[in-house]
């Protein structure tokens, strides 16, 4: 069946006037003069290859073929005005789909109320969330899989734009039994002897070097026990007591019975959360999601 091209004036004027079934008034409800709205009706008319309105003195009324168009001209009316709507929604970066890569960790600080501030401010907006380490969300970045990074300790990449928005130290996770699990605060020099489970370089190349880093600073290198992908499943195997761990200090909200978190001595590094973004992406969901982040961090 072919398709009519039929003008939005057109559909637009013939409403108006089923609506007032009067020329003058639906001309001055159009803002236009009749003659107008005359020839937008015949050029209608044209199109349909019969009369939609039967004139007469005083008085306009639909035909058997105006009152068949009708129903169909404003649902089209109404399915543009919606779509107009939801366009301009989503250039304003009020509604559309935006794609978020979040690490395991900020799940326990950050992330809950970085989505419920952006969820209050722009309900329209469809968010895709996605757990992801700090590498795998950086290839995403780079293959357009995702809009925005929340991940700890972001590298230097090409074409990526990094903006901190969360800086903390390092804790110690022991086992309860642990004989330092009783000070307050633990020598880092005290760990030489243990078995350490660490993320993997693979997942967080930045924190992984972190880590061995303040080991090495100690004067000892340190010994692998086991690896994990996530903190959750880091402080998991040291509750198990095969190994001990250094963790960012928001790793304390993982709440298990045979743990405990310790400040360490000395305590220089720090772990970084930061947003990261393509810098020529044009979705106008990523800034507004950028100012809301940074109205909450």
Known sequence: MERPELGLQQLHAFAILAEELHFGRAAERLGIAQPPLS???????VKVGHPLF???????TLTPAGHELLPAARRALDEIAIGLDAARRTGNGEAGRL??????SLALTLLPGLLRGYRDRYPGVDMEIRE???APQVAALREHVIDIGLLREPPDEPGLVTETILSEEFVAILPTAHPL????????????????????????????????DVCRSA??????????????????????GLGVSLAPASIRRIRLKG????????????????????????????????AAARNVA
Do not use: C
């Open 54 to 60: 039967t004139r007469g003195p005083g008085r306009v």
């Open 39 to 45: 020839q937008q009706i015949r050029r209608l008319e």
């Open 219 to 240: 004067g000892f290198e340190p010994r692998l026990g086991q690896h994990a992908v996530e903190w959750q499943t880091v402080s998991a195997l040291v509750e198990a």
């Open 181 to 212: 699990a009783g000070q307050r605060v633990v020598s880092i020099k005290a760990l030489a002897d243990e078995p350490f489970v660490l993320l993997p370089r693979s997942a967080g190349p930045t924190v992984h070097d972190q880590i061995l």
């Open 259 to 290: 743990i405990a978190y310790r400040r360490i001595e000395p305590n220089t590094a720090r772990s970084t959360v930061a947003m990261t973004w393509r810098r020529d992406d044009r979705n106008p969901l990523v800034p507004r999601f950028l």
């Open 99 to 104: 794609r978020i890569g979040f690490s395991a």
């Open 132 to 134: 992801m380490t700090t």
